[in-house]
């Protein structure tokens, strides 16, 4: 079973700053990496996708991927208390099944 | 209306009885998942299916079964719920495409499923 490793967190972080989330995993073939956010006792939901190498921006987020780490974070700036939730980090598996991490709680404060 | 639907959304059962999570879909996806979350344990897979003939097990199988109805239909059967079988359950879909092109998973509400 291929690994993919959180810090569970809580990641603690005060409104308006950059809030760094990071994951690794351990199947150096992987090729598709994903963020979800999911808010207490709601479904996971799809935020950002990294393939390549380097950054990905999509407004306040950030994705960064390398490959040759097998290391994947997530950057959000200008944390909002609206952006408290779990993050999850999932790696795509052959066959379109995902592999998660047990994610990392965020709390912004206001 | 929701692309991905999950009934009941909440059940409260006792140990030994059967119990069966529905989940449909109107996005028109093949491929179907469901999970079970844990805290602490993140999304583990139970199983999975690539179309109405294809039915995989995935990282947790043992205690469940599915049924795959129909393309928009994917069923989760616990024969004899235990204890240890409550926990929060997605189910999920996705597009029938592999290779090198990303594809993303969409998920249900979920069910909170408690067994006592």
């Known amino acids: 079973q291929k690994e993919v490793e959180q810090n569970s967190g809580p990641l603690s972080v005060p409104e308006g700053a950059i809030a760094s989330l990071n994951c690794t995993y351990s199947?150096?073939?992987?090729?598709?990496f994903f963020w979800y956010r999911q808010y207490s006792g709601k479904s996971p939901e799809l935020i950002m996708s990294?393939?390549?190498?380097g950054d990905k921006e999509d407004g306040r987020f950030t994705a960064q991927l390398n490959k040759a780490s097998q290391y994947v974070s997530l950057l959000i700036r200008d944390s909002q208390p609206s952006d408290s939730a779990t993050y999850l980090c999932a790696v795509k598996e052959y066959g379109n099944k995902l592999v998660f991490g047990a994610g990392t709680i965020l709390r912004v404060k206001s | 209306d929701a692309d991905v639907t999950q009934t009941p959304r909440n059940r409260i059962t006792k140990t030994g009885k059967r119990i069966m999570l529905e989940c449909s879909q109107t996005k028109g996806h093949d491929r179907m998942y469901w999970y079970r979350q844990d805290p602490g344990l993140g999304l583990r897979l139970i199983y999975y299916?690539?179309?109405?003939?294809?039915?995989n097990k995935g990282e947790i199988s043992d205690g469940y079964s599915v049924s795959r109805q129909a393309q928009a239909k994917f069923s989760l059967s616990l024969e004899s719920a235990i204890p240890n079988q409550t926990a929060l359950y997605f189910c999920a879909t996705s597009d029938n495409a592999d290779g090198g092109s990303p594809y993303e998973q969409y998920f249900g509400p979920g069910t909170r499923l408690t067994v006592t």
């Open positions: 299916s690539f179309d109405v003939k294809d039915i």
């Open positions: 990294i393939y390549s190498n």
């Open positions: 199947d150096r073939v992987s090729q598709s």
